[in-house]
């Protein structure tokens, strides 16, 4: 398929971008392409080029801005053929503009309102407040060995106590999910593991195994435990972007809160108006 075939094919599939209106083309802004008359400027290029699949990320530029075009070209070709044909005069497309232009605005506040005020400096406080001053926190790193019964895990222990190595005794007889890592469980803090297990581990030392198993709700569990240390808080560049989407989602609920509150909203459907009310307190 041709890059141009494809674009269309990726845009046709998903609700075209807002019509751009207004626009007077100047240097900054040229025509790169006209449709029975109408122009197609570069920042609607730009716009169309946003709304490809992310699959022409990877494509050079000059690509990506032809596919773009080639999409931008098809959809007004398409538009005016509508026209002709009366389609914009139809009450099902003024109700779908009226919802788009709806959208539209919705977008354009969230982006002046939310978006745009966030600062590198809000998210770096943010960041100092609540990831940054966060107390360190002692993790552990084990492995374990799952049996089914307390007479299997005790036969390891005896073999281990005569030398056997953990790992491999791990992949010769666990039957949990780790026995192919040697059970090998990673660094966890207290709280991630089930209670019985969480205190025998932690009650070991580096190097040490317990010398009677454990039981949980999996089976009976002999662990060893590898190594403590702990835990240090992420960069600022590591979780920046997460920082970010925190930030934005609160100024966004209460952006959203203000404006119900100054708008009259009324559902008038009986059962939407219950499902509808029982949402707002998680809102």
Do not use: C
């Not at 075939?5 to 900054?28: C, N, R, Y």
């Not at 509508?82 to 497309?93: S, V």
Request: no cysteine.
């Amino acid at each position: 398929m041709r890059l141009s075939q494809l674009a269309a094919t990726l845009l046709i599939s998903s609700i075209a971008f807002a019509p751009v209106q207004g626009f007077a083309a100047d240097e900054a802004d040229p025509v790169v392409a006209t449709v029975a008359g109408v122009e197609i400027l570069a920042s609607e290029l730009a716009l169309a080029e946003g709304d490809l699949d992310p699959q022409f990320a990877s494509l050079p530029e000059e690509q990506r801005r032809v596919a773009a075009l080639a999409a931008v070209i098809d959809i007004k070709t398409l538009a005016r053929k509508a026209e002709a044909e009366k389609l914009d005069e139809t009450d099902e497309f003024k109700k779908l503009m009226a919802f788009q232009r709806d959208r539209a605005l919705h977008n354009a506040i969230f982006k002046s309102a939310v978006v745009d005020p966030v600062s590198e400096a809000d998210i770096k406080a943010r960041y100092d407040k609540e990831i940054a001053a966060t107390p360190p926190e002692e993790e552990i790193s084990a492995r374990h060995i799952l049996l089914k019964t307390e007479e299997e895990a005790k036969a390891v222990i005896t073999e281990l106590d005569a030398g056997k190595d953990f790992a491999e005794l791990a992949k010769e007889k666990s039957t949990g999910p780790s026995a192919e890592q040697g059970g090998d469980l990673g660094y966890f803090s207290k709280g991630q593991m089930v209670p019985e297990f969480e205190a025998a581990a932690f009650a070991l030392k580096p190097g040490e195994y317990a010398k009677e198993p454990v039981q949980t709700q999996f089976g009976w569990h002999v662990i060893k435990l590898e190594d403590r240390r702990e835990t240090t808080p992420p960069a600022f560049e590591d979780v920046a972007d997460q920082v970010r989407q925190v930030v934005m989602r609160e100024r966004y609920a209460d952006l959203l809160k203000t404006a119900r509150e100054e708008t009259k909203i009324e559902v008038l459907d009986p059962a939407l108006k219950t499902a509808y009310e029982a949402l707002k307190p998680q809102q």
